[in-house]
């Protein structure tokens, strides 16, 4: 396969806290012959903060990127963020409409999330070529949470409510991933700022679920589910005197794994719940 471009869209929190989500989406789209060209002078969405405090500049924020893109890049945009992804689809529907003709955007390029571009079947079966080292023995489950897949008239996801993609990518890269019925349930997202009682509740009811099927781990794409999960860990254990030990992954953080490319040692330090004691129980480092 040809090497192809994409515009990037890294958002604030890729550059922030969550670097490890961008550091193994670079790694493996280079391995899979997918140059990224992020986008210049991007700026930040909005993510779930303008569109409660200002309409206008909830679609604005977002507008502003996909006109750079397709004005100076002329590339189709990825975006690893969930929440991210959803800002810059609601700014294209919005444009699309004829709404806000400031913004001379005129839908000649596509937004995907990096997740459903990655599971397309060519790229899953390149992926598959390119494994070093399946990831047998590790079981899992796959979390999207609720920006990735819904609503579907702004995702335009064809399984909104059981989505796939995931599931696809994990297995041809040899984790044994787990059915569940909670993939896009809630976690809470930035209710954290003033209901960290409710973020708890949504959390520790994701946690159990995976327990109950057998996971030891669970993957996601988006920062603020993996913040939500990761770094709430050590609080509900000592609230509710459990002590769960359910490392959280981003999704490309194992393809790199089972790639051989990058360094585990070093995204991992960007985890609260140290995801290195189960990956060497498992003999996968």
């Keep these: ?27 493996v789209c280079r391995e899979l012959g997918i140059k990224l060209i992020e986008i210049p002078d991007w700026n930040c969405c909005g993510a779930s903060s303008a569109h409660e405090i200002d309409a206008y ?12 893109a397709e004005k100076e890049l002329g590339l189709d945009i990825v975006v690893p963020c969930a929440a991210c992804f959803q800002r810059l689809k609601v700014a294209e529907k919005e444009l699309l409409k004829g709404k806000y003709p ?6 000649k390029i596509k937004v995907y999330d990096l997740l459903r571009f990655l599971a397309q079947p060519e790229y899953r079966r390149k992926l598959k070529q390119k494994v070093k080292k399946p990831l047998r023995g590790l079981r899992a489950v796959a979390y999207y949470g609720c920006l990735l897949t819904r609503p579907p008239e702004i995702t335009d996801h064809p399984q909104p409510e059981n989505p796939m993609d995931m599931d696809q990518i994990l297995k041809t890269i040899g984790v044994e991933c787990l059915p569940w019925s909670y993939k896009t349930d809630c976690c809470g997202a930035s209710l954290v700022v003033g209901r960290i ?3 708890h509740q949504l959390v520790k009811k994701l946690y159990e679920k995976a327990q109950e099927v057998g996971a030891e781990c669970v993957v996601t794409a988006c920062p603020l589910c993996h913040a939500n999960l990761d770094l709430r860990q050590r609080e509900i254990n000592t609230k509710f005197h459990t002590n769960y030990y359910l490392p959280i992954f981003y ?3 194992l393809m790199a794994l089972a790639m051989g490319i990058g360094q585990p040692e070093k995204w991992a330090k960007g985890h609260l719940v140290d995801p290195l004691p189960l990956l060497k129980a498992k003999n996968l480092l």
């Design 57 to 68: 500049l909830a679609v604005g924020l977002g507008a502003l990127n996909l006109v750079k």
């Design 102 to 107: 400031e913004f001379p955007f005129e839908g």
């Design 1 to 27: 396969m040809a090497e192809i471009e994409l515009a990037y869209y890294p958002g604030c929190t890729l550059k922030t806290t969550a670097e490890e989500f961008d550091l193994t989406s670079r790694q």
């Design 197 to 199: 009682d409710i973020v």
């Design 251 to 253: 999704f490309t953080e």
